[in-house]
């Protein structure tokens, strides 16, 4: 069993930035591919990025190539999403999700099925 809690959510301005973390429990965090998905009010949850299990490769969708990053860290079993320029449509609520089955190396990354683990997700809002 894997929990996870993510962190770092709020209120932010357009163009600001905001890091938002994803702490796992247990100790076989680095077996997993990790993803961060995000669910605006009355839309489906989408893929927002996701990092492979040594944290070598990483990808994300397109609506945030070249704003967000995705990053972690095995030793504190800790996922991160750091979200630069941000706008008023990253607003939502973002969750982080592990998945077992190298899921990122078999292309499987940005289907929510894929994932094992869910967080509760954390609020984040962009408003001036």
């Known amino acids: 069993q894997v929990q996870l809690v993510e962190s770092g959510g709020g209120l932010v301005q357009p163009g600001g930035s905001l890091r938002v973390s994803c702490v796992a429990s247990?100790?076989?965090?680095?077996?997993?591919?990790m993803g961060w998905f995000r669910q605006a009010p009355g839309k489906e949850r989408e893929f927002v990025a996701a990092?492979?299990?040594?944290?070598?490769?990483?990808a994300s969708a397109n609506s945030v190539r070249g704003r967000f990053t995705i990053s972690r860290d095995n030793a504190k079993n800790t996922v991160y999403l750091q979200m630069n320029s941000l706008k008023p449509e990253d607003t939502a609520v973002y969750h982080c999700?592990?998945?077992?089955?190298?899921?990122?190396?078999?292309?499987?990354?940005?289907?929510?099925?894929?994932?094992?683990?869910w967080g509760q997700g954390t609020q984040v809002t962009v408003s001036s």
């Open positions: 999700a592990a998945g077992a089955g190298d899921i990122y190396y078999t292309g499987r990354y940005q289907l929510r099925g894929s994932y094992d683990y």
């Open positions: 247990g100790r076989t965090f680095s077996r997993y591919d």
């Open positions: 990092i492979s299990w040594s944290g070598g490769s990483s």
